[in-house]
């Protein structure tokens, strides 16, 4: 199943959409991933609405037999978010959210989506799928 949320870029557009998904993903009987789910979303359109221009966020969603996959589609491929190599200072403002990212999806990716556009992918696995 597959899905698509469209969302214009103000700053309630992350919970909005985190909850969005979350709601998805625990209507389909897999709760056990919401809460990774929610803060992983939440992340990846913040990122998306601090560092775009873009008028509208767009996620998608798909639901496979032994995961979900999210995608968020920004306007700025040149700026290519790099895996943290550790934790940032406790103190610090900025940075958590790559590094939240990277422990909760079991993966994700960030690229040029051939369009103009870059595309942030993670998927988090059901529990016992493999």
Not at 5 to 10: C, H, L
Not at 53 to 78: F, H, Q, Y
Request: glycine share 6%; charged share 20%.
């Amino acid at each position: 199943m597959s899905y698509r949320f469209v969302a214009p870029r103000t700053a309630t557009t992350p919970k909005i959409l985190r909850d969005l998904v979350a709601v998805l993903v625990i209507a389909f009987g897999h709760e056990e991933v919401a809460e990774s789910l929610r803060l992983c979303v939440s992340e990846v359109v913040t990122n998306a609405y601090h560092h775009t221009r873009a008028a509208l966020i767009t996620v998608d969603v798909s639901l496979g037999s032994s995961g979900v996959t999210v995608w968020v589609n920004d306007d700025r491929p040149e700026w290519l978010p790099r895996p943290p190599h550790a934790a940032p200072p406790w103190r610090a403002e900025h940075g958590r959210g790559l590094f939240l990212l990277s422990r909760l999806a079991d993966r994700w990716d960030v690229g040029p989506n051939g369009t103009g556009a870059k595309r942030f992918t993670f998927s988090i696995d059901y529990q016992g799928a493999a």
